[in-house]
């Protein structure tokens, strides 16, 4: 799955989520900026789970880091939460 499908996938999953247009969605976007609060925010990793069949790591990112990960996973933006997706298929697809 190249990036481009990913981003567009996480993008329109956080956009039924914080009920907007996909097209309203930039990369810079930040989570709460989206309106999204810890429960939608919940919603929407385990959708993103499903979606990807992955499981994203709910860690501060020295612990994740710590675990192996690359860097923790940034869930405060658009652009982390497709980094982290992105990760986690590379190394699912290894």
Known sequence: MKGDEIAERVI??????????PSDIGPDATVAGLGL???GMVEAI???????DIAVPFQPA???AADGLAGGADLTTVA???????????????
């Not at 385990?46 to 990807?52: K, L, T, W």
């Not at 982390?80 to 290894?94: D, H, N, P, S, T």
Request: no cysteine; proline share 0%; glycine share 8%.
């Open 80 to 94: 982390g939460i497709i980094a982290a997706v992105e990760g986690l298929v590379a190394q699912k697809a290894a």
């Open 46 to 52: 385990f959708a993103i789970e499903e979606a990807f």
């Open 62 to 64: 020295a612990d994740a």
């Open 12 to 21: 329109g999953i956080l956009a039924v989520q914080a009920l907007v247009a």
């Open 37 to 39: 609060d810890s429960l």
